[in-house]
């Protein structure tokens, strides 16, 4: 067996006492709202993202319905538009930006690195105070007589002629804005200067690579963003003019702005994901992650080149044509970062020692739905192929298989990777495995159909097609898988909290795997770790070889000397 | 038409169509090949190397400069090569032939509004004819807009504020769909219709009946009528005067203006410097023209710019001064009209009663009424 890859007296960093972590150290309400324990943060997280989580599935269920009917089923046009423009923006601004650094980002990283908590805890608790600030805002907004400008916010249309309530919205998610910036620098903070000792930059999991990009990105786009919308409702309030032509202003400014932000942000939602898929496949591969360099580089070069692409969302806005050409190309170019990734994940599991658990299954899903995804970016980073499938479903395809397929089910791996980690009890890992393969059947139902319906013409944001009936077929089909995706969804929802009930317990290493967050207990105590730990070498110290002779010995011991009859030892025939 | 339950591909209908499906379908073929390169690696490795399989696992590699460049590079080759396929034909599309027809559209909130250069208007629909490379030139009343028409694989959006140009040569008789594909407020998805594409031969007789509506004046010659009305003929004569350049063949040329920039007197800059003057003053001249911002409607501009377009030449109906003239509308609308348009005085009338700007102001564009009734 290869030796720990990281040594730390592990007995010692057991408390003496199981029964004291950080869920059950204190019991109070006040105990969680004015926590400043990162894990507990990460949990307040988790609960608020699942309900934005929740409430944009919903709109995203009544789209699917009501696009049944070329005619509509139940909404009028004006309810349709706040329906859609409700789905976007609590999907992007409420779930998708924040979901994997402020839930598994928070609660992992400074266990990853060795650190007792984040640099600064206090801004942490902030920065979700003013998540939910800006969430309730915007739901106030919505219930209020809802936005409907679509989660895009163009000019004039937002600024001067939407009768909706934007303002409110707009300055929601302007304080929520902030809640991403302060989680950044929190971030980039803790991972420069609260390193354990050993803990190189060069032995960093990939998930803290991907964390520390996603963190710059959020530095460096989410201000640009915050203040162009900030103009937005001064358009609105005082006639600033900005934007407006009949002010004065320019509206294709704004969406240089916009999308100045809004395209790293696409980055922000999806470098968190990479990282997971890279601890996924190195861990229940039981091998180091193939080209360990490339893949850390490739984040960094994605966040770089990620804010030089802006333009390529503009190809038939009336910006010049050479600006596109240039746009055009540096999009080609992030291309290459991110095919990169995908060949060094699947190398790796060349010559491994697989596990098929549930986490591995979506990790294994995400490679499939994520090369799709990418690839389909070269249709419209293309100038020329762009000009034709721009704003159709082709497009909603497309940024959902990166979105959807991408982010939610690297998440959704993360989740089950970790969910252990963070409660101390195990899942039933077969009805997991079962519900990865119905969340992965159910995307490609939904999304697959809109590839072709984009490519036939059918523009997004389109309430009524009575006119083109030849789109009703792919839309039915679409909504039949979202019924299936949307099953699969709420199942989790089910079995992990049935985890919490009578699941087993899951000691502080249930997958066998490597890193400093599996050297403490599960659930970790306040403190993470009883010792700060030395790190000696990098993380992904596994040895396919050798551990294919000792997984038998240590089966076979598992399997005589406890009652863990079903759990990591399940693929074991 | 036939409805099919599945159609997999949109019509080819415009000269961009074949070219453009020729790198969508190389793209396509692409996306295939390495789905199935990755889907099948990883289905492969996830079986051979399960655990508790018997497979090599020997010597298992960790690091590969020569593998990583392969697959740096070959997507780097790829991606350059789609590229190059991709931007010359965007750079085809963005060029519009000088021969090129042109129609002019208006966008507003949730109609598209057609004008022919004879005068032929018409609503959510668009007549072209076949084998005639057509040039569109699109401007927003309200917000924006994006004019798209699958079957040719075009779009682009129309903006307020700024002139915007699509063009096709339209290749298949039939009908086909148009769509506003920039979402522009509650009856989005109804902003659209239909491009009917006829024979040439069809097509003129379609457009000298008069399509649709009758057309009472040329473009030309409604731009004339505006142009004398709101009196830009007073100060803008067939000669430079102290007080006013003359516009004669002034269209494509360059102009200098007196901070020492220059442009090209395009559209857009004939557009911009009937509403903004001051935007641009042309060197050796005073700030004395009034602004026209808000006081004629984008279609009167549109009338203007092709009039203007044409001055100076055998086209166009000279401009009339009506600096002696004592009162308005009702005696000018009867002395304004040029000899050659005598015949249409009466007729222009009643259709066209929108040519004064004094009227125009009292009755804004559908799309302005909206506008105000929805600002607070």
Redesign the interface.
């Known amino acids: 067996m290869s030796s720990p890859a990281i040594t730390k007296g592990e007995l010692k960093n057991q408390p003496q006492n199981e029964e004291v972590n950080y869920l059950n150290v204190e019991h109070t309400i006040s105990s969680w709202l004015l926590t400043g324990d990162h894990k507990r943060i990460a949990m307040l997280y988790l609960v608020s993202a699942s309900f934005f989580f929740f409430l944009g599935s919903i709109a995203a269920g009544l789209i699917r319905f009501e696009l049944t009917s070329p005619a509509g089923v139940v909404l009028e046009s004006e309810t349709y538009n706040k329906i859609f423009s409700a789905h976007g923006i609590i999907m992007i601004f409420q779930f998708l930006v924040p979901a994997i650094p402020a839930i598994l980002g928070n609660f992992l990283l400074p266990l990853m690195i060795g650190a007792r908590d984040l640099a600064f805890p206090r801004l942490n608790l902030a920065s979700w105070y003013m998540f939910m600030v800006g969430g309730a805002l915007i739901l106030i907004g919505m219930i209020g007589g809802g936005v409907d400008t679509g989660w895009t916010f163009y000019t004039p249309y937002s600024s001067m002629y939407s009768n909706t309530q934007v303002t409110l919205v707009l300055v929601g998610i302007f304080i929520s804005g902030f809640s991403s910036i302060t989680t950044g620098i929190n971030f980039v903070a803790t991972i420069h200067k609260m390193r354990a000792p050993g803990m190189t930059w060069f032995r960093l999991p990939l998930f803290v690579w991907a964390m520390y990009s996603t963190s710059l990105l959020m530095i460096l786009g989410t201000p640009v963003v915050a203040i162009t919308l900030l103009l937005v409702v001064f358009e609105r309030l005082f006639r600033l003019p900005i934007f407006s032509p009949e002010l004065g202003g320019d509206p294709v400014l704004f969406q240089h702005l916009f999308w100045f932000y809004s395209h790293p942000a696409v980055y922000i939602m999806i470098l968190p994901a990479f990282g997971i898929i890279s601890e996924l496949i190195a861990n229940f591969s039981r091998k180091r992650i193939f080209g360990y360099h490339f893949v850390a580089f490739s984040s960094i070069a994605i966040a770089g080149l990620g804010f030089l692409v802006w333009g390529h969302h503009m190809f038939v806005s009336s910006q010049s044509m050479y600006e596109s050409i240039v746009f055009s190309l540096i999009s080609f170019l992030v291309a290459v970062p991110s095919a990169i990734k995908i060949f060094n994940w699947t190398t790796t599991m060349y010559k491994g020692n697989i596990r098929l658990q549930s986490p591995m299954i979506y990790a294994i899903g995400f490679l499939g739905i994520f090369t799709v995804g990418g690839l389909t970016g070269l249709f419209l980073g293309g100038t020329g192929t762009d000009v034709h499938l721009t704003a159709t479903y082709f497009v909603v395809a497309h940024f959902h298989y990166v979105m959807v397929g991408g982010t939610l089910l690297g998440f959704l791996g993360g989740l089950h990777y970790w969910w252990p980690k963070m409660t101390g009890r195990l899942y039933n890992d077969g009805i997991a495995k079962v519900n990865a393969v119905i969340v992965f059947i159910g995307f490609n139902l939904t999304f697959f159909p809109q590839f072709i319906l984009g490519w036939m013409g059918m523009p997004r944001r389109y309430h009524y097609y009575y006119f083109a009936p030849e789109f009703q077929a792919y839309h039915i089909m679409s909504t039949l898988g979202s019924s299936v995706l949307g099953f699969g969804l709420i199942l989790p929802a089910f079995y992990l909290t049935m985890s919490l009930i009578n699941g087993k317990k899951s000691g502080p290493n249930p997958w066998g795997a490597h890193g400093l967050e599996w050297e403490t207990a599960s659930p970790p105590p306040t403190s993470n770790f009883l010792e700060i730990p030395i790190v000696l070498d990098e993380v992904y110290d596994f040895d396919p070889v050798s551990e294919h002779e000792q997984d038998m010995k240590d089966l076979d011991k598992w399997e005589s000397t406890t009652d863990h009859q079903s759990f990591p030892t399940e693929d074991h025939h | ?1 036939q ?8 019509p080819r209908a415009s000269n961009f169509a074949q070219e ?1 499906d020729a ?2 379908y190389a ?1 396509v073929a ?2 295939v090949f ?2 199935l390169v ?2 099948v ?3 492969f ?2 079986v051979r ?4 399989t018997r ?10 400069l020569f ?2 460049l392969t ?2 590079i070959v ?2 080759v790829i ?2 090569v ?2 190059y ?7 085809k ?2 060029t519009p032939p000088k021969n090129a027809t042109e129609i002019f559209v208006i966008g507003k ?1 949730w109609m598209w509004h057609v004008q022919h250069g004879n005068g032929v208007r018409e609503n959510n629909t668009l007549h072209v004819p076949a084998g005639v490379p057509i040039k569109l030139t699109m401007i927003s009343q ?3 807009h ?1 004019f ?1 028409i ?2 040719f ?5 129309v ?4 002139y ?1 140009q699509l063009w096709f040569t339209p290749t298949e008789i039939g009908e086909y ?1 148009l ?12 902003m ?1 219709g239909k491009v009917v594409v006829m024979s040439p031969k069809d097509f003129a007789s379609w457009l000298s009946e008069g399509g649709q509506s009758s057309a009472p004046l040329s473009m030309e010659q409604a731009g004339a009528k505006v142009y004398n009305k709101v009196g830009c003929a007073n100060c803008h004569g067939a000669e430079d005067t102290l007080r006013a350049p003359s516009l004669y063949g002034i269209y494509n040329k360059r102009r200098t203006f007196a901070d020492g920039t220059s442009l090209i007197a395009d559209e857009e800059y004939l557009r911009s410097s009937i509403l903004r003057p001051y935007d641009h003053i042309t060197s050796g001249y005073g700030q004395t023209m009034p602004v026209y911002e808000g006081q004629v409607t984008e279609e009167d501009v549109l009338n203007l710019v092709a009039y203007i377009k044409v001055l100076g030449t055998s086209t166009a109906p000279p401009p009339t001064s009506n600096i002696n003239r004592h009162s308005a509308s009702a005696v000018a609308s009867g002395t304004n009209e040029s000899t050659s348009l005598a015949t249409n005085a009466v007729q222009a009338n009643t259709d066209d009663p929108d040519a004064s700007p004094t009227r125009r102001t009292g009755s804004p564009a559908v799309g302005a009424v ?2 105000e009734g ?3």
């Open positions: 038409m409805f099919n339950n599945f159609p997999l591909s949109p453009y790198i969508f793209l692409l996306t390495f789905t990755v889907g690696a990883v289905i490795f996830a190397y399960k655990k508790g497979a090599d696992r020997s010597r298992p590699m960790y690091e590969n593998l990583e697959w740096t997507p780097l991606g350059l789609m590229f396929f991709g931007t010359s034909l965007y750079v599309m963005r909130q309200d917000v924006l994006a798209y699958p079957a694989r075009v779009q682009e959006h903006v307020p504020g700024r915007t769909h769509f506003c594909n920039m979402y522009c407020g509650t009856q989005h998805s109804e659209g909206a506008a929805r600002n607070r």
